[in-house]
């Protein structure tokens, strides 16, 4: 069985042990992701890590500080890094020193050239990072991406996303510089890539605080990308809005040569397509969005876990590999720079 070490072991780890145990116990069910098991647990609250190890059902696992040192001593075949953002970059070194390949919590790093370095390590290394983009993992995703994928829209020219909610998360969000850009866009941006195909090459960003805000920085922003060949992507966003909340996965409007598409960003979706090019406003019929053909074994966290998991087993790449998460990641670092300058600012291409 392979092993593996986690890393971090904050809130967000409760929902990788849920998904990993849903992952075990179905084992077989996603063809190609066989079963891991938790050999070592990480943290820098060195009671936290053994908590988690010993609700999660590892009583055996070794437990601690000293990340380096437990990798040496154990030699897991993958660390599963959920540390806070800053502290990314060198956990993820550390383990692709220590030959373990590494599926990361969002953001993939704090910036490009720490990306591009975290690349060149991996390469040099041979090891294989993944990032968690939950998000291609839910049924609402495939399905707008299968229906657009069909063709009735036609070309895709606009996308468009609302996001609006008012969580108080407390911790390292209320602290952070541009929190809304840095720790949740990124999710919507990198479904727009994954549903509609597109690839953002400049933005242009507005974003403020407002006097209500309980987080110290960048709660709400206005993000336009430009996609080449006439295609746009607009992302209006606060995470201080009270009331009349869009769901996490934001509320979608796609428009393409033939009509367009609602979705709700849940179960919700509407779609109509032109029935006569004829009149002032050309007459639409209501267009049915099919039901995912095959229904997803696990999804959100589970799912990537599991498609990780077979993208070691396969030797084919995983759904969010970070040498793809890397253009998810330009498209915040750009709308952070427009943010802070005011500019049209270009999205680099350049990666391999
Ligand atoms: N994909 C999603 O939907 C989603 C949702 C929530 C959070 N996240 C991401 O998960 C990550 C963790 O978020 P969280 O909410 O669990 O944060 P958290 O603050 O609750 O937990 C982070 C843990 O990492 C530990 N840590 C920090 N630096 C460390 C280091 N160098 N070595 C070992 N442990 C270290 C902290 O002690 C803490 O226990 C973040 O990157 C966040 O963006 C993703």
């Known amino acids: ?51 988690r190890a010993d609700q999660a059902g590892y009583p055996d696992a070794q437990t601690g500080t000293d990340l380096a040192g437990m990798l040496a001593a154990l030699k897991p075949d993958i660390v599963f890094d ?11 070194a550390a383990a692709f020193d220590a030959g373990c390949d590494v599926l990361s919590e969002k953001p993939l790093a704090q910036d490009l050239a720490q990306a591009r370095a975290l690349d060149v390590h991996r390469r040099a290394t041979g090891r ?41 998360f407390g911790g390292f969000r209320e602290e952070m510089r541009h929190v809304l850009l840095h720790d949740m866009a990124i999710h919507t941006f990198d479904a727009a890539r994954f549903v509609a195909g597109i690839e ?33 992507m607009s992302y209006r966003g606060s995470w201080c809005a009270d009331g009349m909340a869009t769901s996490w996965e934001a509320q979608w409007r796609i428009i393409g040569a033939n009509g367009t598409l609602l979705w709700d960003g849940n179960d919700g979706f509407q779609a109509q397509t032109v029935a006569a090019r004829t009149g002032f406003l050309h007459p639409c019929d209501p267009c049915e969005v099919p039901a995912l053909g095959t229904p997803l074994v696990h999804e959100g966290h589970a799912g990537v876990i ?3 998991l077979r993208a070691r087993a396969t030797g084919t790449p995983p759904l969010s590999d970070a040498r793809d998460n890397i253009r998810s990641l330009a498209m915040t670092v750009a709308a952070i720079e427009s943010a802070e300058t005011g500019r049209f600012v270009d999205i680099a291409a350049d990666f391999t």
């Open 82 to 92: 959920i540390v806070v953002p800053q502290a990314r970059a060198q956990v993820v």
């Open 200 to 232: 953002p090459r400049r933005a242009v960003c507005l974003e403020t605080n407002p006097a209500h805000s309980w987080f110290a920085h960048g709660a709400s922003a206005s993000v336009l990308f430009e996609c080449g060949a006439g295609r746009v």
């Open 1 to 51: 069985m392979q092993t593996a070490v986690l890393v971090g072991c904050g809130a967000m780890s409760e929902g990788w042990l849920r998904a990993i145990a849903q992952i075990n116990k179905g084992a077989g069910k996603t063809a190609g992701a066989p079963p891991v098991t938790l050999v070592g647990f990480v943290d820098l609250d060195a009671d936290l890590a053994r908590k």
């Open 306 to 308: 599991a498609d990780f």
């Open 128 to 168: 294989l990072h993944a990032v968690v983009q939950n998000r291609r993992h839910l049924a609402g995703i495939r399905r707008a991406r299968d229906f657009l994928a069909g063709g009735a829209l036609g070309e895709i020219a606009e996308v468009h996303c609302d996001f609006f909610i008012a969580p108080h």
